[in-house]
């Protein structure tokens, strides 16, 4: 069974930019999540989509948005880009409630 | 952001020897925990999860003890092997929150 994919895994922007990133969860799995991986801050929830529904948003800008299509592939978008939105962002899939999420490689983000 | 902490703590142990990684989580009412192993370059792996009317759980070399008294989750890995050098992250989950918080992370170092 093929893993979560993230398409790109390398990004370079610049400040004020915008970016679309993009997940395609393992096949069967209905629940998308988001998250940004830093050395400073770790790993910080930013959204979960159930079926192209947002169920919970993190403590991020709305900048930062996403959204689920009817097939459940998601993607995440970030506008006006700030130097200190350079990071990894991991997308995780699961059945839903408490199972277990299995995550990407990540899309490594750096913004000059 | 809501995950914890800004330094990541080093466990070094000798190849052969049992790891033991804690974590202590922060919500009393979270009810589902996940251990996940990160090798540089790759997605957090999941290894292994326990719910909250259990406290313990084993797998493949590895244990998980949850103590709900002190919120505290341990992760034990017997004979510690090279490959298992990476970092190690716990979560949490409540239900109907639909997000999970993650540690600060452990490094494991293995020793040869």
């Known amino acids: 069974k093929a893993g979560v994919t993230q398409t790109p895994r390398y990004l370079i922007k610049t400040r004020g930019q915008q970016v679309t990133l993009s997940c395609s969860p393992i096949s069967g799995h209905r629940s998308v999540s988001w998250y940004q991986q830093t050395p400073g801050q770790g790993l910080q929830f930013l959204f979960e989509?159930?079926?192209?529904?947002?169920?919970n948003k993190g403590n991020f800008p709305g900048r930062f948005s996403g959204r689920q299509f009817s097939n459940s592939r998601s993607e995440m978008n970030v506008s006006t880009l700030e130097l200190g939105d350079s990071a990894l962002y991991l997308c995780?899939?699961?059945?839903?409630?408490?199972?277990?999420?299995?995550f990407g490689d990540g899309t490594r983000l750096s913004i000059l | 952001g809501e995950s914890v902490g800004l330094h990541l703590p080093t466990l070094s142990v000798q190849e052969g020897d049992n790891s033991i990684i804690n974590c202590a989580y922060s919500?009393?009412?979270?009810?589902?925990f996940i251990w996940y192993k990160q090798e540089s370059g790759k997605g957090p792996q999941f290894i292994i999860d326990?719910?909250?009317?259990?406290d313990k759980r084993q797998g493949q070399r590895v244990t998980v003890l949850l103590n709900k008294t002190v919120k505290h989750l341990s992760l034990q890995i017997a004979a510690t092997q090279p490959g298992d050098s990476a970092v190690y992250f716990c979560a949490e989950n409540t239900s109907g929150t639909y997000k999970y918080i993650f540690g600060t992370g452990t490094r494991l170092k293995v020793l040869a």
């Open positions: 919500n009393s009412a979270s009810d589902y």
């Open positions: 989509y159930f079926s192209e529904t947002q169920r």
């Open positions: 326990i719910r909250s009317n259990m």
């Open positions: 995780a899939s699961s059945l839903g409630g408490a199972q277990p999420q299995h």
